[in-house]
């Protein structure tokens, strides 16, 4: 059974980056799916990018490719979500997931573990 704790999040200004972390414990997930995704209260949460397990195929949603950037780093049990030229739309709550299922994908049925989330503010 994973443990994820996400770190990184912060207020920045309109423009500028963030790089968000997602450390796992209590077991590895090598050949898992993983994603992030955000919340803004009120609203569903939703997708943001997701390596799928079965292959190594990155997707991300609209509003995020081109500007953030996915990555994992197995032999540390560690997952990124690098953020550029953020927007105050950004602002949200960011977390990260991962499911045994191989399948890349925004279906959060699909993931069994999840982070408590971490604070993502665009403000000037």
């Known amino acids: 059974q994973l443990h994820l704790v996400e770190s990184g999040g912060d207020l920045v200004q309109p423009g500028g980056s963030l790089r968000l972390s997602c450390s796992a414990s209590?077991?590895?997930?090598?050949?898992?799916?993983i994603a992030w995704f955000r919340q803004v209260p009120g609203r569903e949460r939703e997708g943001v990018s997701c390596i799928s397990g079965s292959d190594g195929s990155i997707y991300y949603t609209k509003f995020a490719k081109g500007r953030f950037t996915i990555s994992r780093d197995d032999a540390k049990n560690t997952m990124y979500l690098q953020m550029n030229n953020l927007k105050p739309e950004d602002t949200a709550i960011y977390y990260c997931a991962v499911g045994e299922d191989y399948t890349g994908s925004f279906s959060e049925p699909l993931y069994d573990y999840w982070g408590q989330g971490t604070q993502v503010t665009v403000s000037s």
């Open positions: 209590g077991g590895t997930f090598e050949y898992y799916t």
